[in-house]
């Protein structure tokens, strides 16, 4: 019994000997390095997830082409009128040359027999359209024995009788193709068309673009200046219920003395003639403004020219 007693105590030191040199044994290297690197590994995850987002894409650069305006168109006054076989050119053009090239384009547009009515005006400081589509405007107007081709400032005015709205529809196609920034004013009425009196004025203004011309120093209207007013004075007896007022300009060359009284009895004298073409004279007043209502600057002979007019106002 001591004996078997015993030996369970020895036996029992001894597996308490070997437990004990189990748990107390040293925890080596790697534990170590892992005690060290758990902490720097939950902080680095946790600073990826606190430290502000960069964005790294490429900037949104956006170029812009720069806006260039171009300069606003301004022709001087110039008109075309056909009568017929005769066609009329009065208005203002800066020197032989241009006119020479605006005889030329004509007379190979329309063929040697045509009758040219020169009333062109050169003045220093002018400007002129190009005339390159001359030719194709004035083969679309054949049908048009009264038509008339009218530029002043960015706009072209276009006016007669055509026989159908295909020809006056390709009239005008005609003229946006030769002129694309030029404004087109289409007032060309179809044969037998009731008249319409919505662009009365529109048709005046086209007709009286170019300036009424004048003798020197005087109220008697200029040879030819007649068959313009002619076509103004249709146009209005057409129209019963209106009234005009005609009012005359002078450029600033001389004195209010003298040119006050002179662009009121130019007035008159326009005034006279449309009464005389069977509008009543009671519907017809007339004044001069003198230089006081410039539409273009004293400062140059072609800007002096387009000053000295005569309005029609409709009312």
């Keep these: 019994m001591t004996g078997s007693g015993d030996a369970r105590v020895s036996a029992t030191a001894t597996e308490w000997r070997t437990e004990s040199r189990y748990y107390r044994r040293s925890p080596g290297w790697g534990w170590l390095l892992g005690l060290l690197l758990i902490p ?15 964005n790294v894409n490429a900037p949104d650069v ?4 720069p ?36 005889l030329a384009a004509l007379k190979s547009a329309l063929g040697p027999a045509v009758n040219l009515i020169d009333k062109i005006d050169i ?18 107007a054949t049908d048009v024995p009264d038509f008339q081709f009218t530029v002043e400032g960015n706009t072209m005015t276009l006016n007669g009788t055509a026989p159908s709205e295909d020809v006056r529809a390709a009239i005008e196609a005609a003229a946006k193709a030769g002129w694309p920034n030029v404004q087109i004013i289409n007032n060309i009425t179809i044969t037998g068309a009731a ?17 009424i011309k004048f003798e020197t120093g005087s109220d008697r209207l200029n040879a030819g200046e007649e068959q313009r007013l002619s076509n103004v004075a249709t146009a209005v007896k057409a129209c019963p219920a209106v009234k005009l007022t005609v ?29 005389s073409q069977g509008i009543p004279a009671d519907v017809i007043a007339s004044k001069g403004a003198g230089s006081s209502e410039p539409v273009a600057s004293n400062d140059t002979e072609a800007g002096r020219a387009q000053n000295r007019r005569t309005d029609i106002k409709v009312s």
């Design 195 to 211: 008249p319409s009196c919505d662009n009365l004025q529109a048709n005046i203004d086209a007709d009286l673009a170019v300036p």
């Design 40 to 54: 720097l590994l939950f902080g680095w995850l946790g600073w990826g997830a606190l430290k502000p987002k960069v």
């Design 247 to 275: 009012i005359g300009h002078t450029d600033n060359t001389g004195t209010d003395a003298i040119n006050d009284p002179l662009s009121e009895s130019r007035a008159k004298s326009v005034a006279a003639y449309l009464a």
């Design 67 to 102: 806006n260039v305006s171009m300069p606003a168109l301004n022709f001087s006054p110039l008109s075309i009128l056909r009568n017929g076989n005769d066609f009329t050119l009065s208005g203002i053009l800066p020197d032989l040359s241009v006119k020479n090239s605006l």
């Design 123 to 140: 003045a220093a400081g002018a400007t002129a359209p190009d005339f390159g589509g001359l030719s194709a405007l004035l083969k679309a």
């Design 62 to 65: 956006s170029v812009s082409a």
